[in-house]
């Protein structure tokens, strides 16, 4: 049975799963866009809405690894169904610290992730 874990893990199988398909689509959001830009010759300023669905993408790639949501951690819930555990409320405030830190750090590398993958779409 998977436990949460404050700043470590608030999802379970079910949303982990859901997570994963959240990256997929935003990756293949980002290639669609491509392949929209390369088949009918669009402006290369196209290129840059390539961001936004790169950077849902990896939060939710980055969510499912982690094992760990973003949006959760700041509505102070988490969902482990799936894993032998279920939905609760995160009531202590120094968990609700570290959850929110480890959010943090998600968006932040989910943000880099996208402007990275962006700038080497657009200059490549």
């Keep these: ?16 799963i859901k997570r994963y398909a ?3 689509f935003g990756v293949a959001a980002a290639i669609a866009i491509i392949s929209l830009y390369v088949t009918f ?4 300023l196209v290129l840059l809405v390539c961001f936004i669905p ?3 993408g990896f ?12 949006g959760f951690a700041a509505r102070r819930i988490y969902d482990l169904t ?4 279920k939905r609760g409320v995160v009531r202590n405030s120094d968990a609700h ?13 989910s943000l880099i992730t996208a402007l990275l993958l962006t700038f080497l779409i657009y200059f490549l």
């Design 1 to 16: 049975m998977v436990a949460y874990k404050p700043g470590v893990c608030n999802i379970g199988k079910n949303e982990i």
């Design 22 to 24: 959240l990256g997929g």
């Design 41 to 44: 010759s669009l402006p290369r």
């Design 54 to 56: 790169l950077f849902l």
């Design 59 to 70: 939060e939710g790639i980055y969510q499912g690894y982690f094992k760990f949501c973003a």
């Design 82 to 85: 799936g894993s032998g555990g």
């Design 97 to 109: 610290r570290e959850d929110m830190r480890k959010a943090m750090s998600i968006n932040f590398y």
